[in-house]
């Protein structure tokens, strides 16, 4: 079997941190190489190599893909769907040039594998609402949707081109308690948690009704695990798989919540990501996932807020003891 050396970069942020221990878990702590632009993550540290990287350093990152005999890259670096409308250009700059010089430099040491994380972000308006499917009309209105969009077709690209094994999921708003969410729309479903511990109330900035695609991390985690040890063959699409666990609004997961906390309360005030929240569909249709690896979702809405709850009260009271 080829050893594999795998860098993660964008380690310290919400998927890497997760990612990151689950790789060293299958790889061995010291085949995988953890590296951001900012500080290593609390949870990384003793548990493997980390390097300081900023993946808009070409030159840099080449080096230390020879110099670490790196044969796998899973480039997490991003500004998300709400921090991108702040800064368009930042957003834009980011999210196409990380990948253009991850592809180059896969394409250029001959790399076995690269994953990239692509969104729902990129379905817009004109899409369906309901199960919206893998092919469909595609019009996103915001600059992350537009930089997605536009980062699956230079997947497509190097894979076709040059034989680049660059392997992507359509990731929905993911749900986590270990590290906080960075900037995403969806970050309410995660906010929600922390407050209804904290305050027994939350204010969120979505209406009630607001319906949208959520997928627990363990599941996000195992998906990309799974997509990425699939047979080559097996991954018909080379833009990005369609990906999906569970739906809900606002009002739905804070009636989950009061079924364990019973004096919990929420109130719908939207604010600028309503809009953005709007243009996006409801559900998903996974279908082609399920068929060519097998994808399948463990968490549902009630699982993952049971599991949510146990987890933060018990980070709670550590830090009380
Ligand atoms: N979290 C979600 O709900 C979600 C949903 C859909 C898609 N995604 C995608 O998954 C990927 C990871 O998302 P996340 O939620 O972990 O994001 P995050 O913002 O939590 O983490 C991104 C990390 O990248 C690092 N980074 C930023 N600029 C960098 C640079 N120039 N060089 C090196 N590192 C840099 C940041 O410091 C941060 O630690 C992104 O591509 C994102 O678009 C996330």
Redesign the pocket.
Known sequence: MVKEKILV?????????ELTLALRKIYGNASVVA????EE?DLLKGTGPYVS?????KEMLHVQVIRQNITQIY???????A?GEKNPNLAWN??MQ?LLNVLDIAKEEKLHKVY??????VFGPTSPKINCPQQTIIEPITV?GIS?YAGEFWCNYYHQRYGVDVRSL???????YK??????T??YAVEIFHDALEEKHYNCFLKEDTYLPMMYMPD?IRATIELMEAPAEKISIRTSYNISAMSFSPKEIGEAIQKRIPDFTIFCKPDYRQAIADSWPRSIDDSEARKHWRWSQEYDLSKMTEDMLVHLKHNREKVVV
């Open positions: 970069i964008g380690a310290s942020g919400q998927i890497g941190v590296s951001d632009l900012r993550n990287l900023d993946v808009m350093n480039l997490l670096a991003a500004i998300l769907s921090t980011l999210n990380s990239w994380p692509s969104s729902i972000a992350y997605k359509r990731y929905p708003g993911l749900i986590s590290s906080a969410p960075g900037g995403g969806t970050d996000a």
